[in-house]
């Protein structure tokens, strides 16, 4: 459903999959009929959103209120539509628990962020390094 919420609404909040959220993301991917919620089935919290109607999940340290700019069907090889879409969305709100600012700036590697990796796996963000970009 959330290609078709997208499509009504205009808009849609992305919420931060973490290491502490793994297993309700996990319950929230499966497949579900038109109008199921997804959040209550992965017993997760709704927290409201300041500028958009999609609540954000309440446990979630990060998420990114977008207002929907456009949607890409995908295709195989041969140039026929699948079951698959991109969402691209303007961000026009971030919330971010306080908890994870540190020196004025977002200490991601203490919010565990999850990543999906092919397959089943997944990895998770536990340390950050700092590279200076080359100015020549």
């Known amino acids: 459903d959330s290609v078709a919420n997208i499509q009504e609404t205009g808009e849609f909040v992305c919420s931060l999959a973490t290491w502490d959220l793994r297993e309700e993301m996990n ?3 499966a497949p579900m009929p038109r109008g199921e919620n997804e959040m209550d089935r992965a017993k997760l919290k709704p927290a409201p959103s300041q500028l958009v109607k999609a609540p ?3 446990a979630s340290p990060c998420a990114l209120e977008c207002k929907m ?3 890409l069907q995908l295709k195989d090889i041969d140039g026929r539509d699948v079951d698959g879409y991109v969402v691209f969305g303007r961000v026009i709100g971030v919330y971010i628990d306080g908890r994870y600012i540190k020196d004025g700036r977002l200490d991601t590697a203490a919010m565990k962020p999850i990543a999906r990796c092919g397959y089943d796996e997944y990895a998770v963000v536990e340390r950050m ?3 200076t970009r080359p100015t020549s």
């Open 27 to 29: 319950v929230s991917s």
């Open 56 to 58: 954000r999940v309440a």
């Open 69 to 71: 700019t456009q949607i």
């Open 129 to 131: 390094f700092a590279m």
